[in-house]
């Protein structure tokens, strides 16, 4: 059996880093077992689904690093969600309901206030035809609801149906199919909710694995059930935790709240989101992980948390900084040519661990090339003058440094603080960065003396 897997996003948006959680579990799982990785797009729903965002989606996912092996559009498909209704309806299994959202919101309420759940009684399963076309003739469209196996032949009087699975995070899952009302698969304007498409996608593509959210969790005895109504089996499931924020809210991609888009945007690496998307909420320790490969090597379902997976958006600058120090010349060289910085590997090696991102390596180029505005404090005028003057003769060197402030710790009796920040402020007009004694050879002498007054 080859493992097959699947990520479905709706086109209604741009993804976040919580879409990228799933996307990721998925994509890791499928190069872990040497399986394939399918990206389905659920575009069913024509008044919200946009090219545009599909795009997005797809240009996401490969930045991040996955390259689906296949790409599906349930839109292309809805003759055969039509043949799977049609063998249900004729099995008896999916069945018309004529009841309004309001009409069914006061059912549950009336259920709710005796102590009841707030299960559907099934009435539309009760309907006569002659009951059916009256509804039709009021102007009443048909929605349709999925008979669960939750009884022994007479579908009124219902009894508990506990359906198992091994959960591929969680461990041991049962879901009572007795404590829920049958499942609307067609809308009362004729499409599908994404189960029944879901389904048989999963069914024709030969999906193994189903990874997806906790949120899915009780959804998946009902989904069992349609599996097996249409004749087949069932894939093995795993319900992963959700990333949230460090405050618990839930991710929106309507909201844009961290889209993938806009991490890129901002000069984060893709291992570094890929890191924090599938690190966080598990037992393993949230650290930046260099390549895909070794984080497929880290990857391990079963150290996924029961506990919520909460992250601070400020993790991911620390992680992104530590794939920065740790990146070799070779690997930014293109992307420094792209920002017009040059000086070559000694001026990346010099400033790598300083940045946040490799788009900070601008800031640092305008250092060395100039202008540079200089801080002299009015106490430091005539020592900044006495390190002009005491500027060693020569080429500059990594030695230069270390012999220019030596001598001037010995003529003017300055040190620490006091000898190297007047210094720093004066060549570079800043507090902190990368080391001077590496500094000072990429500034060269002319721009040294003209810094100093």
């Known amino acids: 059996m080859t493992v097959t897997v699947r990520f479905a996003p709706s086109p209604t948006g741009h993804i976040h880093i919580g879409n990228s959680r799933p996307a990721l579990y998925n994509w890791l799982y499928a190069k872990k077992m040497g399986g394939r990785f399918i990206l389905r797009f659920d575009d069913t729903d024509l008044e919200r689904s946009r090219q545009e965002y599909a795009n997005s989606i797809e240009v996401d996912l490969r930045w991040l690093g996955i390259d689906p092996d296949v790409i599906e559009r349930q839109s292309a498909r809805v003759e055969s969600y039509d043949a799977a209704a049609q063998k249900l309806k004729d099995a008896g299994l999916l069945y018309p309901c004529y009841e309004t959202p309001d009409e069914l919101e006061r059912r549950r309420s009336r259920q709710r206030a005796l102590g009841r759940p707030p299960v559907y009684d099934r009435a539309g399963l ?13 102007g009443r469209k048909a929605h349709w609801r999925f008979v ?15 359906v198992t699975w091994t959960d591929l995070c969680r461990g041991e ?43 899915h969790v009780s959804n998946t005895g009902v989904q069992i059930a349609i599996f097996e109504a249409l004749g087949a089996t069932a894939p093995i499931f795993g319900h992963h935790n959700l990333l949230t924020t460090r405050d618990g809210e839930g991710l929106s991609k309507r909201k844009g709240a961290l ?28 650290e930046a992980v260099a390549t895909m490969d070794a984080l497929v090597e880290k990857f391990d379902l079963t150290s ?17 900084s530590r794939l920065v120090h740790d990146m070799s010349y070779a690997q930014v060289k293109n992307r420094l040519d792209g920002l017009d910085i040059g000086g070559g590997e000694a001026f990346w090696l010099t400033i790598r661990g300083n940045c946040e991102t490799v788009a900070d390596a601008k800031g640092y180029w ?50 620490g603080r006091g000898l190297f920040m007047p210094l720093r402020r004066a060549l570079t007009g800043l507090d902190h960065g990368p080391d001077m004694k590496d500094m000072l050879p990429l500034i060269g002498r002319q721009k040294i003396l003209d810094r100093l007054p």
């Open 304 to 320: 996924v948390s029961r506990s919520s997976a909460k992250f601070d958006p400020e993790d991911l600058k620390g992680l992104n």
């Open 173 to 215: 899952q049962t879901v009572d199919l007795a404590s829920m009302s049958d499942p609307v698969l067609i809308r009362a304007d004729g499409s599908y909710l994404y189960t029944l498409p879901s389904i048989v996608d999963d069914i024709d593509m030969g999906v193994t694995h189903i990874i997806r959210g906790e949120d």
């Open 259 to 286: 889209s993938i888009g806009s991490l890129r945007e901002s000069g984060f690496e893709a291992m570094s989101v890929c890191s924090l998307a599938v690190l966080t909420g598990t037992s393993q320790a949230v």
């Open 366 to 415: 305008q250092i060395v090339g100039g202008p540079v505005e200089s801080r002299i404090e009015d106490e430091d005028q005539d020592f900044i003058a006495k390190a002009k003057e005491m500027l060693p003769d020569g080429d500059i060197t990594s030695d230069t440094w270390g012999a220019w402030t030596s001598a001037l710790k010995a003529e003017t009796g300055r040190k």
């Open 126 to 138: 009760k309907q006569t035809e002659e009951e059916r076309a009256a509804f039709e003739a009021e």
């Open 148 to 162: 669960l196996p939750n009884h022994d032949g007479n579908p009124f009087q219902t009894k508990r149906t506990d």
